[in-house]
C-alpha cells in the first residue's frame, strides 16, 4: 500500500509539473504590456474601451488589420472598439483627413480596408487633398459632400484630438492598442517575452492574445 501510496504521489506531481509547463505564463506588465502612469477616462460603460492608434501609410498597421478585424469580430459585445489615425507631417495629413471624414459620413465600415488597399496594393499614396478627392470619388462617394464633410470644423477637431490623444496615451509608434483607458500592447511589445526572432504574423498573434488576458483583466476589475 506504501508503494502505491508513493507511485500515485509521484503521478501527480508529474501531472502537476507538466500542467504548470504546459500553460502559458500570463503576460507581464513592463515586458509584454504597459501600464499608462496615468489612466484616461473611457465612456463606454460596462464594456471595454480598445482603441487601435494606426496610419494608413504604416505597412504594419496594413498587415496588422486582417487579424484584428477577426480578433474585434471574436470579442463581440465585450468592447467598443475605436481608432485613432495618428498625425505625423503634412503628406500624412491627408490621409488622416480622409480617415476622419469617412467615419464622420459613417462610411469607415465599408471603406477602411479599400483604403489601405489604395495605398499598400495601387500605390495611390493619397498624400494631396485631390488625389484624396479623386479616390473616393472613383470609389462611389459623392465628391462635393465628402469635401464639405473633409473641410469641415468637426473633422478639423477631430485632427486636433489625435494630436492631444498621443501625449496623453504615451504613443510612440503604431500599431498601438489601447485597453480600457490603462494598458497598452503592441506587436513591438510582444516580442519582448518571445524568443528567437519571430515573424511579424507571429508578433501580431503574440499580441492579440496580450489583448485577450488585457481585455479580460480589464473587465474583471470593472466588477
Not at 481608432?83 to 459613417?106: C, I, N, W, Y
Not at 462635393?144 to 496623453?168: C, E, H, L, P
Amino acid at each position: 500500500m506504501r508503494i502505491l501510496k508513493q507511485l500515485l504521489s509521484v503521478v501527480a506531481m508529474c501531472s502537476a509539473a507538466f500542467g504548470a509547463a504546459a500553460s502559458p505564463a500570463a503576460p507581464i506588465s513592463g515586458v509584454e504590456y504597459q501600464t499608462l502612469q496615468t489612466a484616461q477616462p473611457t465612456d463606454t460603460g460596462k464594456k471595454i474601451e480598445v482603441i487601435e492608434f494606426f496610419a494608413y501609410y504604416c505597412p504594419h498597421c496594413n498587415n496588422l488589420e486582417p487579424q484584428l478585424e477577426a480578433w474585434v469580430k471574436k470579442q463581440g459585445d465585450n468592447i467598443v472598439f475605436k481608432r485613432v489615425h495618428v498625425p505625423r507631417d503634412e503628406s500624412v495629413l491627408p490621409q488622416q483627413k480622409l480617415f476622419f471624414t469617412l467615419e464622420a459620413m459613417g462610411l469607415l465600415p465599408q471603406y477602411h480596408k479599400k483604403v489601405f488597399n489604395a495605398m499598400h496594393v495601387e500605390r495611390n499614396r493619397l498624400n494631396r487633398d485631390e488625389q484624396v478627392f479623386d479616390w473616393v470619388a472613383a470609389n462611389g462617394i459623392d465628391r462635393q459632400k465628402f469635401i464639405d464633410t473633409y473641410r469641415s470644423f468637426g473633422v478639423q477637431a477631430k485632427v486636433k484630438r489625435a494630436d492631444g490623444m498621443m501625449d496623453s496615451y504615451k504613443i510612440d509608434s503604431w500599431p498601438t492598442l489601447i485597453v480600457d483607458g490603462r494598458y497598452q500592447a503592441s506587436p513591438h511589445l510582444a516580442a519582448s517575452g518571445m524568443q528567437g526572432n519571430p515573424s511579424e504574423t507571429e508578433l501580431q498573434t503574440a499580441a492579440l492574445q496580450v489583448m485577450d488576458f488585457l481585455v479580460a483583466k480589464a473587465k474583471a476589475e470593472k466588477k
